[in-house]
Structure formats: C-alpha cells, structure tokens
T-cell receptor
Framework: GEDVEQSLFLSVREGDSSVINCTYT??????LYWYKQEPGAGLQLLTY?????DMKQDQRLTVLLNKKDKHLSLRIADTQTGDSAIYFC??????????FGKGTMLLVSP | GAVVSQHPSWVICKSGTSVKIECRSL??????MFWYRQFPKQSLMLMAT?????????EQGVEKDKFLINHASLTLSTLTVTSAHPEDSSFYIC????????????FGPGTRLTVL
C-alpha cells in the first residue's frame, strides 16, 4: 500500500538550518513534493522533485532524494521565524493523486 | 499565476442545514479539481476528484449524496455539504490542476466549517 511518514515536530533556532525528513513506500512514485501550511491556511507548494533526480536546489531550499531508501528530505538554510509552519511531504505516481504525510511542525525560535 | 481561491473562508451553520463551498481558479483553467478534508493536526484526506462537465469521482468511504460536487465550468467547482452534522465540522481544502501541468496541484486557502 501507499504510505508516507514524517517526524511530527522539529524545533530550530533562527539562522540555523532545518532538515525535515520523509519516507515513502511506493516505489512507483513519480513525483515527490513539499508543501507548507501556515495556521488556518491552505497548502503552498514549495518545491517538487522528479523521481529520477537526486537533488534540487531552489534558493534556501534543498531537496535530497534517495530513491533506493525511499527517503526524501527538505533542507531550509538560514531558517527564519517566518518559516514556522507545518511541512507536508507528498508523493504522486503521476497525474493527480497525491498521498500526503501527516506533516512536520517546524518551530523556529528567535 | 496559478491562484486558487475558496469562498467562504469560514462558515458556522446549524445542524441539518446545507452549506456550499466554492473553489475557483482565478488565473487559469482547471479541467480537474480536487476536494480534501483535513482534521486538526492530521494530514489531508482526498474526498473526491472533480472533472469539468462530468460526474465527480469519490474516494472510498465518502458519501456522494452527502458531499455533492459540481464542476460546472473550467474555473469553478462547488462542494455542498448536505444536512450537515457536527461530525462534518472540518477544514475543507480544494486544489486545481493547471492544464498542461498535470503533476502539480495548486491549493486554495481552505474553508473552515463548524456545524453546531
């Protein structure tokens, strides 16, 4: 079956790097996504990576994919208090259906 | 681009009433939209896939007579919660796929429904 697992909570200090980890079980996943959800709001697509890529960098965000271990991570460099939110990992086998993890709450303290 | 809006952003209603939630793609056409439900501190659960001009496809366990979906145009899908009960209280989020970008869903801001 399909399953996406994330750690529930991460606390870092402002200026440090944050690393949020995710594991998935579906080896046929085509795309893997990271979404950000602020309190009371919808989901904001942060970045995504194709399953044939190992790494993708976008400004402060670095996504690493270990397809062999089915492990995905999101690194946020120079974490700011505005980065405090819930981060969802999601996987897709192509065209639409997303399976989400339960989300990781990132708390950034000054 | 790729902005999705929802209306209302929050609604409180009495048990037994029906509530309609709108999902609009503001700057693109969306042949396909999705409706999710999110309980507190939980992940998003897909309720149904809404296709313009055809019937919605519901996920297992979702009552189609309870949650009516209408995708009447390329920019609008509506979810009507019929005869709402307190257990229907939740955060409802829609998403849309922009044509030619089938692997990316753009999410609306969500609608908080509270049924008294």
């Amino acid at each position: 079956g399909e399953d996406v697992e994330q750690s529930l909570f991460l606390s870092v200090r402002e200026g440090d790097s944050s690393v949020i980890n995710c594991t998935y079980t579906d080896s046929s996943s085509t795309y893997l996504y990271w979404y950000k959800q602020e309190p009371g709001a919808g989901l904001q697509l942060l970045t995504y990576i194709f399953s044939n890529m190992d790494m993708k960098q976008d400004q402060r965000l670095t996504v690493l994919l270990n397809k062999k271990d089915k492990h995905l991570s999101l690194r946020i460099a120079d974490t700011q208090t505005g980065d405090s939110a819930i981060y969802f990992c999601a996987e897709s086998r192509g065209y639409s259906t997303l399976t989400f993890g339960k989300g990781t709450m990132l708390l950034v303290s000054p | 681009g790729a902005v999705v809006s929802q209306h209302p952003s929050w609604v409180i209603c009495k048990s037994g009433t029906s509530v309609k939630i709108e999902c609009r793609s503001l700057d693109f056409q969306a042949t396909t939209m999705f409706w999710y439900r999110q309980f507190p501190k939980q992940s998003l659960m897909l309720m149904a896939t809404s296709n313009e001009g055809s019937k919605a496809t519901y996920e297992q366990g979702v009552e189609k007579d309870k949650f009516l979906i209408n995708h009447a145009s390329l920019t609008l899908s509506t979810l009507t919660v019929t005869s709402a009960h307190p257990e229907d209280s939740s955060f409802y989020i829609c998403s849309a796929i922009r044509d030619r970008e089938a692997d990316t869903q753009y999410f609306g801001p969500g609608t908080r429904l509270t049924v008294l």
